[in-house]
């Protein structure tokens, strides 16, 4: 019989006899298949099996999350969980009814108390799964809790808790990422999303009724404009994490900055509304719909911060690792917030400005909030040169929107 290779994916990891290793769950949401049975004759019946059963179908996933306790040392780890999980009531004669995973968690800071760790399990038979996890202690890591415990949230006390040692039942693979898991609310972001749209035209709407600018044709411009940026902004997401799906991957606010105002000056010229006026009536609307799609980034796990044991921190989840974070999304959230209210006085009060420069000074002012942030987020860029260049493509965009404002005929 031919001998079985491991999948390589670059981390150290055990191998019982007999126990396939499945890949390992890479962070934010990006995993690895699992690793392919051996080719030779012996697999043919689990094959068989496999290709007649009901997760041939339906593919199956086992997710779970477990805490550990961050330990005591002087400078951040990085730790490894082992996962070993065994079906429960195995007849034997299906193949892969137990595994052993590894999930590498990077940037761990000691002293910061619980941090939790969601692992996922692909093409596992269905049914129940009864798993435990063993942390593997780093070097110079000093009074760290060995044990690994399953894991609960209080959305009451905002804390871990350790939940009931029971075993986990499969789910269709493709609803994996809606698995419970700590401070997270799958489909929050896209909720919230949908509202802070509405609420930006609504408010854009009402602040253009009280003068003499077509409001019909604006919510047209608006909606045009809406759809041009989140073109954008999948584009922009695309072009940073080129190893992602386009469909399953998400959105770059980045692009939507870029694309939105130059989409906003081409189609209100083209339909003869003012420019600089539309644009200035958006900018209250447009930052508060900030404030609100931050929130949602927050509750489910995107753009997160770096972990970090300042007393500023709040435990939060990258929809992988929960632990204590720089809350970059509520930073970013406030921020928005208080554009909001502040761009909202000057236009509502009749601005002696010229049109379109509070549009611009508040668009200004976001994104040098944005690049302030940005390095302080756990996600990498795929260039440092990302961050520099998206500040000089808004530099020329409000220039661009400011000029086209001014040279408007009236």
């Given at each position: 019989m031919g001998r079985r290779r491991a999948a390589k994916d670059g981390r150290t990891r055990a191998r019982a006899?007999?126990?396939?290793?499945?890949?390992?769950?890479?962070?934010?949401?990006?995993?690895?298949?699992?690793?392919?049975?051996?080719?030779?004759?012996?697999?043919?019946?689990?094959?068989?099996?496999?290709?007649?059963?009901?997760e041939a179908a339906e593919p199956q996933a086992v997710v779970g999350s477990f805490w550990f306790d961050s330990g005591q040392g002087s400078a951040s780890y990085t730790a490894t969980v082992r996962f070993t999980g065994r079906r429960?009531?195995?007849?034997?004669?299906?193949?892969?009814?137990?595994?052993?995973?590894?999930?590498?968690?990077?940037g761990v800071v000691p002293g910061t108390g619980p941090v939790s760790i969601t692992t996922s399990v692909h093409g596992v038979p269905a049914g129940a799964w009864a798993v435990t996890g063993a942390l593997i202690r780093p070097a110079g890591l000093r009074r760290a809790a060995h044990a690994v415990h399953p894991a609960a949230w209080s959305w009451r006390r905002w804390a871990v808790a350790t939940g009931p040692e029971a075993p986990l039942r499969t789910r269709w693979a493709l609803l994996a990422p809606l698995a419970r898991q700590p401070a997270v609310i799958p489909g929050i972001y896209t909720v919230l999303g949908v509202l802070s749209i509405i609420l930006a035209v609504a408010v854009q709407s009402a602040i253009l009724g009280r003068g003499d600018v077509p409001v019909n044709r604006s919510l047209l411009a608006s909606g045009l404009t809406i759809l041009f940026g989140l073109i954008g902004a999948k584009a922009w997401y695309a072009v940073l994490h080129p190893g992602e799906s386009i469909i399953r991957g998400g959105w770059a606010v980045d692009g939507f900055l870029?694309?939105?105002?130059?989409?906003?000056?081409?189609?209100?010229?083209?339909?003869?509304?003012?420019?600089?006026?539309?644009?200035?009536?958006?900018?209250?609307?447009?930052?508060?719909?900030?404030?609100?799609?931050?929130?949602?980034?927050?509750?489910?796990?995107?753009?997160?911060?770096?972990?970090?044991?300042?007393?500023?921190?709040?435990?939060?989840?990258?929809?992988?690792?929960?632990?204590?974070?720089?809350?970059?999304?509520?930073?970013?959230?406030?921020?928005?917030?208080?554009?909001?209210?502040?761009?909202?006085?000057?236009?509502?009060?009749?601005?002696?400005?010229?049109?379109?420069?509070?549009?611009?000074?508040?668009?200004?002012?976001?994104?040098?909030?944005?690049?302030?942030?940005?390095?302080?987020?756990?996600?990498?860029?795929?260039?440092?040169?990302t961050v520099p260049l998206t500040a000089v493509a808004a530099v020329v965009v409000a220039f661009v929107v400011a000029t086209v404002s001014v040279v408007q005929p009236t």
């Open positions: 006899p007999g126990i396939p290793v499945l890949g390992p769950l890479a962070p934010n949401s990006a995993r690895r298949a699992p690793a392919s049975l051996p080719s030779d004759s012996t697999t043919q019946p689990v094959k068989d099996h496999l290709a007649k059963g009901p429960v009531g195995s007849r034997g004669h299906v193949s892969r009814d137990t595994f052993v995973q590894d999930e590498t968690i990077e870029i694309v939105f105002p130059i989409v906003a000056a081409v189609i209100l010229a083209t339909l003869d509304l003012p420019v600089g006026a539309v644009l200035d009536a958006a900018a209250p609307g447009v930052f508060f719909a900030v404030a609100i799609g931050r929130i949602g980034c927050f509750l489910t796990g995107c753009c997160a911060g770096r972990c970090t044991a300042s007393r500023w921190s709040i435990w939060s989840s990258d929809r992988r690792v929960g632990a204590r974070r720089i809350p970059t999304q509520l930073l970013e959230s406030g921020a928005g917030l208080l554009l909001g209210v502040v761009t909202m006085v000057i236009v509502l009060a009749g601005s002696p400005l010229a049109p379109g420069v509070v549009f611009v000074v508040g668009y200004a002012g976001y994104t040098a909030v944005r690049q302030v942030l940005l390095p302080l987020r756990v996600e990498r860029r795929a260039s440092a040169r």
